[in-house]
């Protein structure tokens, strides 16, 4: 059970390229979730996803998309990466219920120059 | 969304116990008290929560003000590896809500 794992682990892109973060869970959980965390500060909700098929907007989504084919994937794209989006993405998951609780993975430290 | 207060940072002695206060004077009947802990260069994982009674576990203990406008997290015995950023969040902890992160208590352990 290796919970929740996110790939790359680190990646250095320039201005303009584009990139998927991918996140992937064997909780057979159904809600999961894109959050970034910039120094100092507490994370923030981009996107997240109720179930397989559908996804919705969080707190800061703009530049963001995301799909969730499969219910174990949870998959963040960057179309055209800018240096405001350099930060560190986490991924969680929960299994639905109102007081689940959140897990999450290791992240994955993004640099945009 | 209610908004919670926390000191920015807070300094104990190892196997001393930890009192991490959290205020939430705007707290609704149906907001749960949640905390998340964040060891350095690590995603947040789960402490403790809950609604209204005092809660242990094996990590920690959460005491909620009769009120609930406040509640604090302790700690009875901090090691090193406690050393890192605590969260107090309030919410449902899934679903749309996700989960709305301040800036957290920055412990410090010191040896």
């Known amino acids: 059970n290796a919970g929740v794992t996110q790939t790359p682990k680190f990646r250095v892109l320039k201005t303009g390229q584009s990139m998927t973060l991918l996140c992937a869970q064997d909780?057979?959980?159904?809600?999961m979730y894109w959050y970034r965390q910039d120094p100092g500060m507490g994370l923030r909700l981009i996107h997240y996803s109720v179930g397989e098929g559908t996804t919705a907007k969080g707190e800061v989504p703009d530049g963001y998309n995301v799909s969730r084919l499969k219910k174990q994937n949870f998959l963040l794209g960057l179309e055209s990466a800018a240096p405001s989006q350099t930060s560190v993405y986490f991924c969680?998951?929960?299994?639905?219920?109102?007081?689940?609780?959140?897990?999450f993975g290791p992240g994955t430290r993004l640099l945009v120059l | 969304d209610a908004k919670t207060t926390q000191p920015n940072s807070m300094e104990s002695n190892e196997e001393e116990p930890v009192h991490l206060p959290c205020n939430h004077s705007?707290?609704?009947?149906?907001?749960?008290i949640h905390w998340y802990r964040q060891l350095p260069s690590q995603g947040p994982e789960y402490v403790i929560h809950g609604l209204t009674s005092n809660v242990n576990n094996r990590m920690a203990s959460l005491a909620i003000a009769e009120d609930r406008k406040s509640s604090t997290l302790i700690l009875h015995r901090a090691t090193l590896r406690d050393a890192a950023v605590y969260y107090c969040i309030l919410g449902t902890g899934g679903g749309a809500d996700g989960l709305t992160f301040g800036k957290g208590t920055h412990l410090i352990i010191q040896p």
């Open positions: 705007t707290i609704s009947g149906t907001d749960y």
């Open positions: 969680a998951s929960i299994m639905g219920t109102a007081r689940g609780t959140q897990y």
């Open positions: 909780m057979n959980h159904e809600y």
